[in-house]
T-cell receptor, first 114, second 117 residues
Framework: GAGVSQSPRYKVAKRGQDVALRCDPI?????LFWYQQALGQGPEFLTYFQNEAQLDKSGLPSDRFFAERPEGSVSTLKIQRTQQEDSAVYLC????????????FGEGSRLTVL | AQKITQTQPGMFVQEKEAVTLDCTYD???????LFWYKQPSSGEMIFLIYQGSYDEQNATEGRYSLNFQKARKSANLVISASQLGDSAMYFC??????????????FGKGTKLSVKP
């Protein structure tokens, strides 16, 4: 497709389960971002890739969160031992250029931890 | 201190009228970018308009314009001739330029706009 694709759109997990969220960016976009959006809040930055290199992971809330982009295209955000406070929409965005380029967002993956 | 402040949790506007959504920002960088995004109920963030800190003219994109007042550190979004499809959450965001590193977007808490027929 032409846009950023995220899967699954909805995920319900029991507390303590591991989850993996996938992002397929726009072809040719070198930059990829993950954001976390809690209910009623604006998105908050989690991590940033330029090609396969993770250049900034300062927003990851704990060591239970891990992101990878091994071939510089598809990215996976993994959350281990999920907690209720991890419930949020996880947005992926890609950009042709990192600093001034417009971000194109996917529709997000809504995670609910019971 | 919040980097991006949107003081209007919700706004109503009559169809075909103009509406201004407020945004103030806080940064010590000289180089930065300001963005507005629209988020409909589907969840996708849709880019609307961008203003660079060195741009001398206010940005415009169709019915969207950005009222950039650098000294006041405000970047209000003006939507002219509102349409029912404009009903959504609107987020103001900033990217700070840092020498030698890539920036990331800092978002405000958003304003929910409702357009009345």
């Amino acid at each position: 497709g032409a846009g950023v694709s995220q899967s699954p759109r909805y995920k319900v997990a029991k507390r303590g389960q591991d989850v993996a969220l996938r992002c397929d960016p726009i072809s040719g976009h070198v930059s990829l971002f993950w954001y976390q959006q809690a209910l009623g809040q604006g998105p908050e930055f989690l991590t940033y890739f330029q090609n396969e290199a993770q250049l900034d992971k300062s927003g990851l809330p704990s060591d239970r969160f891990f992101a990878e982009r091994p071939e510089g295209s598809v990215s996976t955000l993994k959350i281990q031992r999920t907690q209720q406070e991890d419930s949020a929409v996880y947005l992926c965005a890609s950009s042709f250029r990192g600093l001034t380029g417009e971000l194109f967002f996917g529709e997000g993956s809504r995670l609910t931890v019971l | 201190a919040q980097k991006i402040t949107q003081t209007q949790p919700g706004m109503f506007v009559q169809e075909k009228e103009a509406v201004t959504l407020d945004c103030t920002y806080d940064t010590s960088d000289q180089s930065y970018g300001l963005f507005w995004y629209k988020q409909p109920s589907s969840g996708e963030m849709i880019f609307l308009i961008y203003q660079g800190s060195y741009d001398e003219q206010n940005a415009t994109e169709g019915r969207y314009s950005l009222n950039f007042q650098k000294a006041r550190k405000s970047a209000n979004l003006v939507i002219s001739a509102s349409q029912l499809g404009d009903s959504a959450m609107y987020f103001c965001a900033m990217r700070e330029g840092r020498r030698g590193s890539q920036g990331n977007l800092i978002f405000g808490k958003g304003t929910k706009l409702s357009v009345k027929p």
